[in-house]
């Protein structure tokens, strides 16, 4: 199996940037696919950013485009999410996850998990 842990969350004011990290371990030979996820307090999980690992393409929601930018580090089995021109709206909890088949679809099915790092943005 894979084992995800997220970092790099935290306060920000608005407009300011975060990057956000997600260590990937285990079986990382089979990830295909990663993906950043958030959800908001009262609102449902969403799909942020996704990933192919071998970097042949990105996917992103229409209400990132242009500001957030998903990348990864293979060798060091590691996605990141960088995120410029913060906004309240964007408080959430992020996940990362990994999908062990091809496709970056956010309707895709993901098959791992992390356990989340907490965005806040104040006006």
């Known amino acids: 199996q894979v084992q995800l842990k997220e970092s790099g969350g935290g306060l920000v004011q608005a407009g300011g940037s975060l990057r956000l990290s997600c260590a990937a371990s285990?079986?990382?030979?089979?990830?295909?696919?990663m993906g950043w996820f958030r959800q908001a307090p009262g609102k449902e999980r969403e799909f942020v950013a996704a990933?192919?690992?071998?970097?042949?393409?990105?996917y992103y929601a229409e209400s990132v485009k242009g500001r957030f930018t998903i990348s990864r580090d293979n060798a060091e089995n590691t996605v990141y999410l960088q995120m410029n021109s913060l906004r309240p709206e964007d408080t959430a909890v992020y996940y990362c996850?990994?999908?062990?088949?091809?496709?970056?679809?956010?309707?895709?099915?993901?098959?791992?998990w992390g356990q989340g790092t907490q965005v806040t943005v104040s006006s």
């Open positions: 996850a990994a999908r062990m088949r091809p496709g970056l679809s956010p309707s895709y099915a993901y098959d791992y």
């Open positions: 285990g079986r990382t030979f089979g990830i295909f696919v």
């Open positions: 990933i192919n690992w071998s970097g042949t393409g990105t």
